[in-house]
């Protein structure tokens, strides 16, 4: 259990919120900019009590996951296409590396076009964000894919979706998670920056309502609240990639038995 959790980095925090707050006791600063913990955690208790909080995690949480799912979707079926064929990877580099470095959130007026305010138009932008990466990362996947099992496949007479299923994406898979955990989080900060920016729902638009409210205590807190949301995201991830490797070793500890 001690291994497990960074004791040291939680440690540090703890110091450093213990100092902001006596920092701003002693200092006597009164300001509609910020505010010590202690007010932040009882506005975020409010929130928590009134629903607010849930509601926009709910709203945020459902915009990044289905986005991701449409997105890293997307990109790992484009990257094993690209990463079994030379000749499309070839033909659409150019494209690719035109598209990919484009801004997301420079989308936001033509997805605002498209689809309007709500949930649609934030999909197609977390989408478009997380499909680049994904598409680089399992493009690499794939060409990385030990040459010896592909000839596995083909002396076993696999076709085009079982040589996928059963050799590419399981020996993909390490690489794979990786862009996963690149991926939630890129969901995330781009879903909160739209709602920042333009579609009021989610935890993005609570940030901004707390902010002309003149509430930094109730701002502060969705802020580390979405940073917290960040980090459970990201150890979901890890967790579920220690799984798949546990997986992996025993069944291949059974087969070599």
Same mark, same amino acid.
């Given at each position: ?7 040291? #980095? ?6 450093? /919120? ?29 929130? !928590?009590?009134? #629903? ?7 709203? &945020?949480? /459902? ?10 979707? =997307?990109?790992?079926?484009?990257? $094993?296409?690209?990463?079994? &064929?030379?000749? +499309?990877?070839?033909?659409?580099? +150019?494209?690719?590396? &035109?598209?990919? &470095?484009?801004?997301?959130?420079? /989308? ?11 949930? =649609? *138009? ?15 990362? =399992?493009?690499? =996947? $794939? ?27 399981? @020996? ?14 890129i969901a !995330? ?7 920042? +920016? @333009?579609?009021?729902? #989610? /935890? ?11 509430h930094p205590? !109730?701002?502060?807190?969705f802020l *580390? ?10 150890? +979901? ?12 070793? #025993?069944?291949? *500890?059974?087969?070599?038995?």
């Open positions: 259990m001690g291994k497990n959790w960074p004791w040291s #980095g939680i440690f540090l925090i703890v110091f450093l /919120l213990v100092l902001w707050e006596v920092a701003m006791r002693v200092s006597g600063i009164v300001t509609d900019s910020f505010a010590p913990p202690s007010k932040v955690v009882v506005a975020f208790l409010a929130a !928590l009590k009134d #629903g607010s909080l849930l509601k926009a995690t709910g709203e &945020t949480l /459902l915009a990044a996951l289905i986005g991701l799912g449409l997105g890293a979707g =997307a990109g790992v079926l484009s990257g $094993v296409v690209l990463g079994l &064929t030379p000749l +499309a990877a070839r033909a659409f580099r +150019a494209p690719v590396e &035109t598209l990919r &470095t484009l801004p997301s959130v420079a /989308l936001i007026p033509l997805s605002l076009m498209a689809f309007g305010f709500g949930y =649609a *138009m934030e999909y197609s932008i977390i989408a478009f964000a997380t499909f680049w990466p994904t598409l680089i990362l =399992a493009q690499a =996947a $794939v060409i990385g894919v030990d040459r010896q099992l592909l000839d596995v496949a083909r002396a076993l007479q696999l076709g085009p979706i079982s040589r996928v299923t059963k050799i590419i994406l399981p @020996a993909s898979m390490p690489r794979l998670v990786v862009a996963l955990r690149l991926t939630i989080g !995330l900060v781009v879903g909160v920056t739209v709602e920042i +920016a @333009a579609n009021p729902q #989610g /935890l993005g638009y609570g940030l901004v309502i707390a902010q002309q409210s003149l205590d !109730l701002m502060i807190a *580390m609240w979405v940073g917290l949301l960040g980090w459970l995201l990201n150890r +979901a991830v890890v967790e579920i990639e220690r799984r798949l490797l546990r997986n992996r070793g #025993g069944a291949s *500890m059974r087969s070599a038995t």
